[in-house]
């Protein structure tokens, strides 16, 4: 346990005791800091994750707070282990007719959507960026598109350069491709490093979408053991790297779909130097990058990236324009092939969506509208895992991710998850069973459950149905 | 030679030789059929080629007049004979350096855009557009993705089957999948029918985006010999389906690029019969569909499909929207395997830009607005004919598309294409080089030329350099 941890959990086991109550004061980080005589940084390190975790919370320049949830949030259910996958051989990929079997059963409006993958569209100031478009896309010069084709409009590639510069990373606005979506940028990065038949390191379990990816570039996935808290496990890693020689690893370095887990950043670096080792290119899915919830950003792997091979690929689909499909990439040393693959796939992205964003961007709302969804994210999760608490088994297990919008839980031995998504769809609830997590089916007793539509009345009658369809299940 | 062709090259030898003047109104349909024994049918098609090679104009409830060009028309270089490509083996695709190098050096507004790929966007009506957007974006209901998300925006899509009603096609709102652009649709019809190392035909010459896909699908290009005026060789291609039977046809049936061919009607039903005895899909590449210059619409070979084996694939790039990235495909009875390849490739398409042509198409402008288009397009095809007369060297062959942008130049012998396109570049000039359209490079002295900028005041003194340079190469 590090250091930062171990402070935390004794900050939160006064929590639990009653030393420390809602509404009291945390020592500041400089007395705590002194006190303890540890680095400022291991205290915010600590305090953050107790924030992250619906446990404190900072007010501007006054300091950090006990909430009143945080006794609740400590009864939660206890958080998942790391599963070991079975030995990590390459699988060949058949996971579609399960995936879109699932995917398709749970479109509907009328099912409560805790199995979907999309936050509530009601987040997002779609009103307010529909005006800005109406504006931007009266006044867009007809040749633009010839100057822009392929790597996209140059005004929003700048924007986004602005916003890695303020991160401290030097991404320059040509190194930036813009796609349809994170989705196509995975796609063509998957594109520009491999042939049919190549071998691609995943997590375990990891993001569906992936694993269709692959099997759609005729790709083989290697598995790799993932931790529910700091994800991939960098030892299972390099053995995989040693043993196989894989031509890429898709990894989701911050807030990982479906376990909601993040590197910490030191653990970032070296799976960087790991792979730069290997001359391995690493494919960074960071879709949730802007959805933390505590005060600081988490720096993408692509921060430590010396050598180009990391190929950072994020999108505004999950933060602010759901259903534009304006994603990019920042592909490293692989940033020809992929403008060039760009080129033969889709030619280029839409404009009119380039623009609005890249106008909304300009005029700054960017980041009043995040610090909003960041808090009510935070505190749909609060509130999920509260209802979660109260009306799921003993026996459960729960994530508690610092960001994004999804926690996984374990449910109680024996209960099968393919088994309880027929069920719950039968009673007009969504989940998402783990087997469509992993080319080899596993994780039959996880699920992932999304919290980005608590605000949905039904969510709290859903989770109390879901609870006894486990109990009855045991 | 067809009854309706003998009929127009009769009627083009009366103009030539000054039986018929400028302004002459020619016989009514129903007189010359009368007067001839042909069905009205018969002279219909003749007089929408005679229109289409820009020497006859209709008007309105009144007949055929014989155009001021006419007779200048006429003078223009004769049109290219077929040229047989080498034996019909698969190739290994490596195109792609040279067609990168060649398309990245027109990237420049500063050239005169004879090699673009594009109409000039001024031709389009962006603003109007825009302002339709501008309305239907502030309408945008959050949750039509959540309802549409992977076949497309359903208003859209009933849009489109309604434009395929009117042109006696049953095609329903529901084979429809929206993509972004027709080369993402086209993309995914390749993955939808063919694995890396199957072999796909085309035709020769082929637009150069086909063998770029087909290079990035790991595919094998076979090439039939095409016909500039009426498309591909079906003796050749059923020579071909019966030798090495290709997992699909890429092929664009009307106003190919780039020689600008069309196959005449019972050309396209013999095509889908022949395919259909071999049960091999077409993927037919209709981008151009909209933009004939006479006033019939020329059919899709999709028309005569009994079997769901045409993926007919469009979009409104090329006739309303260019750099909004809407496209669609109507894959007949590969519509699931599409619509889960779109999923898994890009999840949907930018949603405001399929709101706002759905709102365009539902008030009813667009007719009106293709109208002009094709009435503008055909008169820059006969001015852009006139200039090439006048600067070329005697000893170029072009071909007379009845639809569409692009003509194809057969220059005169020893004359490199390459050599001239480098050359052109240098004096401030694009041109289309013919090796970018074939994956053996041949067609060493043939190079496509855009029409659709010639409102362009430097197309004339662009020319008159180009001829020139031909001549001087001779």
Redesign the interface.
């Known amino acids: 346990m590090k250091r930062y941890e171990a402070l935390a959990e004794e900050i939160a086991r006064s929590i639990r005791d009653g030393l420390l109550r809602p509404g009291d004061r945390l020592p500041s980080v400089r007395e705590a800091s002194r006190h303890r005589a540890v680095s400022p940084a291991t205290v915010f390190q600590a305090y953050y994750r107790l924030e992250a975790q619906g446990l404190v919370r900072s007010r501007e320049r006054s300091g950090y707070y006990v909430t009143r949830s945080a006794a609740k949030a400590l009864a939660a259910p206890p958080e998942p282990e790391m599963r070991v996958p079975p030995p990590s051989e390459s699988t060949e990929l058949d996971v579609?007719e399960l995936v879109?079997e699932v995917?398709e059963s749970a479109?509907s409006?009328d099912l409560v959507p805790l199995g979907s993958a999309?936050p509530s569209?009601?987040l997002?100031p779609?009103?307010r960026l529909?005006?800005s478009?109406?504006?931007s896309?009266?006044q867009?010069d007809?040749?633009?598109?010839?100057?822009d084709?392929t790597p996209g409009f140059s005004r929003l590639r700048r924007q986004i350069a602005l916003r890695y510069l303020v991160d401290g990373m030097h991404v320059p606005a040509d190194d930036i491709v813009i796609t349809?979506?994170a989705?196509?940028a995975l796609?063509l990065c998957l594109?520009a490093v491999t042939?049919?038949g190549d071998a691609v390191v995943v997590e375990s379990p990891t993001f569906y979408?992936a694993l269709?990816?692959l099997?759609?570039n005729?790709l083989r996935a290697i598995e790799v053991a993932t931790h529910p808290r700091e994800g991939i496990d960098l030892a299972a890693l390099a053995e995989v790297l040693e043993r196989h020689r894989p031509k890429a690893c898709w990894l989701m370095t911050s807030f990982q779909n479906p376990l909601g887990s993040s590197m910490p950043d030191a653990k970032k670096q070296a799976l960087v130097e790991l792979l730069a080792r290997f001359e391995v290119p690493l494919i960074e899915d960071d879709v949730y990058a802007e959805l933390y919830h505590g005060t600081s950003r988490h720096l993408p792997a692509k921060a430590w990236d010396r050598h180009g091979l990391v190929m950072h690929c994020s999108s505004f689909s999950k933060c602010l324009a759901?259903?534009?499909?304006?994603g990019w990439v920042a592909p490293g040393r692989y940033r020809q092939a992929v403008a060039?693959?760009k080129?033969?796939?889709?030619?280029?992205?839409?404009?009119?969506?380039q623009h609005?964003i890249a106008a909304w961007l300009e005029k700054g709302g960017f980041d009043r509208h995040l610090r909003r969804l960041r808090r009510t994210l935070a505190d749909q999760q609060a509130t999920f895992l509260e209802l979660l608490t109260r009306h799921f088994p003993a026996g459960c297990r729960v994530t508690r991710p610092s960001g994004g919008y999804f926690v996984w839980v374990e449910l109680p031995p024996g209960v099968d998850a393919l088994e309880l998504h027929r069920r719950a769809l039968s009673h007009g609830i969504s989940i998402a069973p783990g087997p469509i997590f992993s080319a080899h089916r596993g994780f039959a007793n996880g699920i992932r459950l999304n919290y980005g539509h608590t605000a949905d009345p039904r969510t709290g009658p859903a989770l109390a149905t879901l609870g006894k369809l486990i109990a009855s299940a045991m």
Chains 1, 2 share one sequence.
């Open positions: 579609s879109f995917l479109m409006r999309f569209p009601e997002f779609l009103a529909g005006r478009m109406a504006s896309v009266q867009l007809p040749w633009s598109s010839v100057d084709l349809n979506g989705l196509e796609n594109a042939r049919p979408a269709q990816a099997e759609r005729h759901p259903g534009y499909r304006v060039r693959l080129l033969t796939t889709s030619l280029t992205t839409s404009a009119p969506a609005a």
